[in-house]
């Protein structure tokens, strides 16, 4: 008797393996293919997953049928030819097999414009009101109305498989699925959509507080010089590190539990082992949320963070470099070279303990923008409120991304940008500005210009006046006779009123190195 249960125990344990190991090598499709997806028009359209070696694989859509077979590790690709935009609903049918075999079938597919639309908080930040166990959402502004009238059926979401509200895969939009998705994604989609009258994907991956370090991909993120220091000087404190987050876990529990006596919050660490105890989590949501949708095609990129990065001041001042690598690190992976990625300059923000440095990343922002071609910077600072770490006016900030898109991705005339700084010269005691996109160089209240600071050589700065002097501005101050650095709401506390006709915002900028 007791052989007997021996035997069938082991026959169980057999067939459990045996089982696992049947549905390891059960063909899969990778989880970006789902009901209600959109295509990208224009390019050929990679599909893949994984299969037995050698398995044949056949994808049919929109009259094309092209085949291959698994590699020996397991991974399937075939490209279908690209295609123009379709708002017909079709079947993705994916067969597995050399007599037509298991069929998968992905319904309601469109054919349209694609985008990845990445970041942090302010981009996570949903459309409308949302409270569950995780937290409460306010919404944007008029965010009860936006959701009522989200009725878009060739507009499709994509939420992650990890999203923090529980949702996932491939929506259509409509009030039901828009509010938890993010705001600013969905106006940028909704202007994209209005405008060109085809469908529009918006691929969404972003994470609140999260840095810019933990999206980028390992081997650009790694080259940098900086990653490498703090990598060595992350090896020399480490013993600190890990007592550090240690108590911080220990205070978080004790907050989380309301107990008396709880921990007491730990000392910040001197800011060279902060700034390298931040750069622990180098590349992990890159890995896990950004991969698995390599080679999905697309049109390009949104980008809105920055946040995580302000402080210490070694980190904020490495972004522009950061944000770099993530940028090449996407046009490898995705292999296109000239990829349209549109960035969000951070909002205005107060607070002593980490908006000290906003204006570090902004800056960063900026000169990696220009610098880079196929990018796009969006300035936010005129809508910001200095007290709120999301401003709720996301409809703005979608609007101008479409417009860097519109004008650039899709060659529209439209008015995409507020000033950029040109050149700055020194003639006496005037500094001379021009700009880029300085079509009708105006104030934008009607009030003298503001926000500009001049320093002589010692490098103490002195607010100044300017004044518009047809295309340049004219920027001088009784304290320093002999400018030579200039800044433009860098640091600054004013909100400055410099604009073009468009009534788009001039960017902050300073000369200083």
């Known amino acids: ?42 390019r050929p359209v990679p599909v893949w997953g994984n299969a037995p070696p050698g398995l044949r694989v056949s994808v049919e859509f929109a009259g094309q049928q092209r085949t291959g077979r698994a590699g020996a590790d397991g991974r399937w690709q075939v490209a279908l030819d690209a295609m123009s935009a379709s708002a017909a609903s079709r079947d993705l049918v994916i067969r597995f097999g050399d007599g037509g075999g298991e069929a998968r079938i992905i319904r309601d597919v469109l054919v349209g414009e694609v985008w990845l639309c990445g970041g942090q908080s302010n981009m996570f930040w949903p459309l409308g009101p949302i409270a569950n166990q995780r937290g409460r959402w306010p919404g944007v502004k008029d965010g009860e109305e936006e959701v009522t009238r989200a009725r878009w059926p060739a507009l499709r979401l994509n939420f992650d ?28 989609g909704r202007s994209l959509h209005e405008t060109l009258r085809v469908p529009i994907g918006l691929v969404l991956r972003s994470r609140g507080g999260s840095s810019i370090q933990a999206w980028t991909p390992g081997p650009e993120l790694e080259a940098l010089p900086f990653v490498q220091e703090q990598r060595t000087r992350l090896e020399q404190g480490r013993e600190a590190i890990v007592a550090w987050n240690r108590r911080m876990a220990e205070f978080r529990q004790g907050r989380a539990a309301e107990e008396t006596g709880a921990p007491a919050r730990p000392a910040p660490l001197p800011d060279e082992l902060e700034t390298a105890r931040k750069l622990q989590s180098r590349g992990e949501l890159h890995e896990r949320l950004v991969a698995p949708v390599v080679p999905f095609a697309l049109r390009g990129a ?49 607070r002593p303990a980490a908006g000290e440095h906003w204006h570090i990343v902004r800056e960063g922002m900026r000169r990696l923008h220009q ?52 050149e700055v010269r020194f003639s006496g005691a005037k500094a001379v500005v021009s700009f880029h ?18 320093s002589g050589a010692d490098g103490r700065f002195f607010p100044a006046d300017a004044e518009l002097a047809g295309q340049v501005v004219l920027v001088s101050s009784a304290a320093v ?17 410099l604009g073009n006709a468009a009534r788009l915002p001039a960017s902050p900028f300073t000369t200083e190195p």
Request: proline share 8%.
């Open 1 to 42: 008797m007791r052989a007997s249960r021996r035997g069938a125990a082991l026959l169980a344990t057999l067939l459990v393996v045996v089982g696992g190991a049947i549905a390891e090598e059960a063909p899969t499709v990778a989880e970006i293919f789902g009901h209600h997806m959109v295509l990208q028009r224009d």
């Open 161 to 188: 498989p990890e999203h923090e509200l529980g949702l996932s895969g491939w929506q259509v939009c409509s009030p039901e699925t828009v509010r938890g998705f993010s705001a600013t994604a969905y106006f940028f």
């Open 302 to 350: 949104i980008w809105y963070q920055g946040e995580s990065n302000t402080n210490p001041r070694a980190l904020a001042a490495a972004y522009g470099d950061m944000l770099g690598a993530l940028i090449e690190g996407y046009r490898r992976l995705w292999q296109d070279p000239t990829l349209p990625f549109y960035l969000v300059q951070l909002p205005v923000f107060e």
């Open 371 to 422: 610098r880079t071609p196929h990018t796009g910077l969006v300035v936010t600072y005129d809508f910001s409120d200095p007290t709120n770490l999301h401003p709720p006016e996301k409809q703005e900030v979608g609007r101008r991304l479409a417009l860097w898109a519109l004008a650039h991705a899709y060659g529209r005339a439209v008015p995409h940008s507020g000033p950029l700084v040109r």
């Open 437 to 454: 996109h300085d079509e009708g160089l105006r104030s934008l209240d009607g009030h003298p210009l503001r926000g500009f600071e001049i």
């Open 481 to 497: 006779a002999e400018p030579r650095l200039l800044r433009f709401f860098h640091g600054g506390s004013r909100i400055p009123n």
